[in-house]
């Protein structure tokens, strides 16, 4: 069965690849020569006479969607579409992915009941959010919301966030937005790289190591690491709780390992081979909500998610294309024990659950260029062309049952780029998504397909200024939880739902000029026949197409450096949301403001000294014990961090987070950390 179904995969990656038959024009001799974002620039053999412009090409990499041709003035970075890069999240050997996350404005991240961190963007929430790493679909085939707190940051280079109506260039399934962790681009680092971090008062370790190399046109970069954790600490000022008396946090502790690596090969200046993997394994203790009546004894024995591509990138002329086969595999084991001791399951509650999520893939993306049929401007087509597997099997001890689901994932997504003249440009793209479900145990669900367009306008009246407009129409399917998820007390599967359909409007601006970058953005989502939780009779669950959402806000950005090596960064984010028809016409964890501000001083390139304080307005939750709507109060938390380096090649840090050891929760009876100090030492060698 197997082998059929990645055959089928295999046949449409070689259909659609077919689409790159044109005769290859004649390249320059092999050359190193690429951009520091890892982009293939090919030149003609025969180059233009000078004085003469070179055509214009495509602009591409195997792990990163770049959504733009290349040009002087690229659309910029803006509310919509931000960049974290791995510099910029301090301390980040102690950080995860969801940790680099809050650095966005509109990111909020917290604790769930499984021991998770879960996210909210705009309003959307994971399961709404396309997330991938290196352009791979990064989450488990069930829900679609892989915990981003057990993927390190220590290997990734950046993190791109597409909020709202951004790119269609991204896959099915994104509703409010799409996530891209890059990992680092072979061969750019030194030849050896060593971090060391700690947190002695937590008994918390961190380790990396590092290896790029480039020899002649092949590169390559290893990464591995671990961390092992005993737990966490509690501010001194929690009040002992029903199932929590303060200090360490009860069943906080962590262990696990990553490798992760790419080799890209440049076969010439027009094309290149890449492939490269991601591996995390390692087992967690799942906190208790510190205040219900029914506490969950939950430990996560086995928590592994594996990820992998390989593809090809080239260039044919003005035509170009890029090719990708992908896996991401995710293996749980959980479980459930009689009390806080965790060491017996001789209770009805006690139970052990596996979960195999394997979803496996291939992704076209041709682009060409066609400047040579314009008077003036420059214009550019390229489409996204994809298909995916998803399979989920389940091995639960309660009532010995094994299930298995799955589904293909059909997409088609062209997209049209015109620069008319200078100052204007414009993206035009519509999506299809098809989804066939395959195995559905004893239900019958029909197929189920949506057609949306997309449109970016961008207008810049001078150097310094810019204004962006955009709106697109997307949907998400329904997950295979959501659709045939059911247990033996009371859950009812929904194998018939509707997909999540929702339009998504923009509206950015941005001024950058003599040390000052203010960028500012509004936005409104509309999202019809929303997905949730409803509970037709008492003691039963049922996920249904409950109604209508609407989700408006702002967001601004503000950078100022007022002298050399200062930097000073202000941003701020306001979310109104608004729900028709939903039963309790509430939406937990979407605080109404969210802001920060840092300040940041490097000195010599030698001392690098930042302080930052986020704080975060009050947000509603409802009890899972009552049923009943509260609301956490607002919180602010202040971090600090400083890093020394004595050589070139060694840094020493200090962070400290939470300074003022604030007792707050993100999320209703899972309070955060208190104070913590983390010490770091990294050093490098060629």
């Known amino acids: 069965m197997w082998e059929l179904r990645i055959e089928r995969l295999l046949g449409l990656s070689l259909l659609l690849y077919g689409l790159q038959a044109l005769p290859p024009v004649s390249m320059a001799a092999e050359s190193d020569d690429r951009s520091g974002s890892g982009e293939i620039v090919a030149e003609p053999e025969n180059s233009a006479p000078e004085g003469q412009s070179q055509p214009e090409t495509a602009a591409f990499q195997l792990d990163e969607i770049v959504v733009q041709a290349e040009g002087e003035k690229p659309f910029p970075e803006d509310t919509s579409l931000q960049r974290i890069d791995r510099e910029d999240v301090h301390g980040s050997l102690g950080k995860s992915v969801a940790d680099a996350l809050e650095q966005s404005p509109d990111v909020l991240s917290f604790s769930n009941s499984r021991g998770e961190r879960g996210l909210t963007l705009r309003g959307f929430d994971q399961r709404q959010i396309l997330v991938l790493m290196d352009g791979v679909p990064l989450y488990d085939a069930y829900d679609r919301a892989l915990d981003l707190g057990k993927i390190p940051l220590g290997p990734m280079s950046h993190i791109t966030v597409v909020k709202g109506a951004g790119s269609v260039a991204y896959g099915p399934n994104g509703l409010g937005g799409a996530i891209n962790i890059t990992t680092r681009e072979p061969g750019t680092g030194p030849l050896l790289e060593a971090e060391f971090a700690s947190s002695p008062e937590d008994s918390a370790y961190r380790l990396r190591l590092g290896s790029d190399g ?162 003036s401007g420059r214009a550019l087509s390229r489409a996204w062309v994809g298909a995916r ?205 969210k802001g920060s501000v840092r300040l940041s001083y490097a000195w010599s390139d030698r001392v690098n000294a930042s302080t930052q304080v986020r704080v975060v307005s009050g947000q509603d939750f409802q009890d899972v014990d009552t049923g009943w709507w509260g609301r956490l109060g607002p919180y602010a938390v202040w971090d600090l961090f400083l890093s020394v380096k004595p050589l070139q090649t060694l840094e020493l840090w200090l962070n400290v987070e939470n300074l003022l050891d604030v007792d707050y929760q993100a999320s209703y009876g899972f309070p955060e950390p208190g104070r913590a100090y983390w010490i770091g030492i990294r050093g490098s060698l060629g």
């Not at 991601?278 to 928590?303: A, E, H, I, Q, Y």
């Not at 204007?424 to 519509?430: A, R, T």
């Not at 026949?529 to 959402?549: C, F, R, W």
Request: hydrophobic share 35%; glycine share 8%; charged share 25%.
């Open 214 to 375: 480039q020899v002649n046109s092949l590169g390559y970069h290893v990464d591995l690491g671990g961390v092992t954790e005993e737990g966490y600490r509690l501010s001194d000022r929690f009040d002992p709780a029903r199932n929590e008396d303060g200090g360490w946090r009860q069943n906080s502790d962590t262990e696990h390992f990553h490798v992760s690596g790419k080799v890209a090969w440049d076969a010439s200046t027009a094309h290149q081979f890449q492939t490269g993997g991601f591996f995390v394994k390692g087992d967690w203790g799942v906190p208790p909500d510190v205040f219900t009546v029914n506490p969950r004894f939950w430990r996560w024995s086995l928590w592994e998610d594996l990820s992998g591509h390989v593809g090809h990138a080239g260039r044919y002329g003005a035509f170009s294309m890029e090719e990708s086969l992908y896996i991401n595999r995710n293996t749980t084991e959980l479980d459930s024990f009689d009390d806080s001791s965790y060491s017996t399951q001789d209770t009805e509650k006690a139970f052990f659950s596996r979960f195999e999520d394997t979803t496996v893939g291939v992704t076209v993306r041709p682009a060409y260029v066609f400047n040579e049929w314009l008077v």
């Open 389 to 593: 597997y998803d399979r989920h099997r389940e091995d639960p001890s309660s009532d010995g049952t094994e299930r298995t689901f799955s589904v293909y994932t059909l997409t088609m997504a062209p997209e049209i780029e015109l620069t008319p003249w200078e100052k204007l440009s414009f993206i035009v793209g519509l999506q299809a998504d098809l989804e066939i479900p395959e195995d559905a145990g004893e239900f019958d669900p029909e197929n189920t397909s949506h057609v949306g367009p997309m449109l970016q306008a961008l207008y810049r009246p001078a150097d310094a200024l810019f204004l962006k407009l955009q709106a697109n129409r997307r949907a998400r399917f329904p997950t295979l939880k959501e659709r045939y998820s059911s247990t033996l007390v009371g859950r009812i599967p929904n194998p018939y739902l509707n997909p999540e359909k929702a339009w998504n409007l923009g509206l950015d601006a941005g001024y950058e000029e003599g040390g000052v970058r203010i960028l500012a953005g509004v936005f409104y989502s509309s999202v019809s026949d929303l997905i949730e939780t409803t509970v037709p009779v008492a003691g039963s669950q049922k996920i249904n197409n409950v109604g209508h959402a609407q989700y408006a806000g702002a967001e601004t950005v503000l950078e100022w450096v007022p002298v050399n090596g200062l930097l000073v960064r202000a941003d701020y984010a306001h979310l109104y949301w608004d729900l028709d028809g939903s039963e309790g016409d509430l939406l937990a964890y979407r605080p109404v403001h």
